[in-house]
């Protein structure tokens, strides 16, 4: 398996809305209200990379302050391979809306996503 590019920065916030405020209103970042088979979050995509900030506590219900996403060409595929050497798998692989996702951990415990979009942003 061979990361393409980093492909997002999620967040997740109990108070998202102030969190919003500040990225919007102090770096002038164009988040935008989103629903595409999810939870309502704000999102834009900022040189080709997806930000994104989530109300809730994260993936299985454990508390993240942020995660990385990573493109891969096969996300299956990286998720076996990942497998067979031990890596946990948090989230197998699915299709969503926005593509082919997956999630691991890395050895820190952080979440780790491995998505593929239908087409290149």
Same mark, same amino acid.
């Given at each position: 398996?061979?990361?393409?590019? %980093?492909?997002? @920065?999620?967040?997740? !916030?109990?108070?998202?809305?102030? &969190?919003?405020?500040?990225?919007?209103?102090? %770096?002038? *970042?164009?988040?935008?209200?989103?629903?595409?088979?999810?939870?309502?979050?704000?999102?834009?995509?900022?040189?080709g990379v997806h930000f994104a900030i989530h #109300?809730k506590e994260g993936l299985k219900g454990l508390?993240?302050?942020?995660? %990385? !996403?990573?493109? @891969?060409?096969?996300?299956?595929?990286?998720? !076996?391979? &990942?497998? #067979?050497?031990? *890596? +946990?798998?948090? &989230?197998? +692989?699915?299709?969503?809306?926005?593509? =082919? %996702?997956?999630?691991? =951990?890395d050895p820190d415990g952080n979440i780790v996503? &491995?998505? =593929?979009?239908?087409?290149?942003?």
């Amino acid at each position: 398996m061979k990361a393409k590019r %980093l492909n997002a @920065v999620l967040m997740d !916030s109990s108070n998202p809305e102030a &969190l919003v405020r500040f990225y919007r209103e102090r %770096l002038g *970042i164009p988040l935008e209200e989103e629903r595409h088979g999810s939870e309502l979050h704000w999102a834009c995509f900022l040189d080709g990379v997806h930000f994104a900030i989530h #109300q809730k506590e994260g993936l299985k219900g454990l508390p993240r302050a942020a995660a %990385l !996403s990573f493109e @891969v060409e096969d996300v299956d595929g990286a998720v !076996s391979e &990942l497998r #067979q050497v031990g *890596i +946990p798998v948090e &989230l197998e +692989p699915c299709t969503r809306p926005f593509g =082919r %996702l997956a999630a691991v =951990r890395d050895p820190d415990g952080n979440i780790v996503y &491995l998505h =593929r979009y239908p087409t290149t942003h």
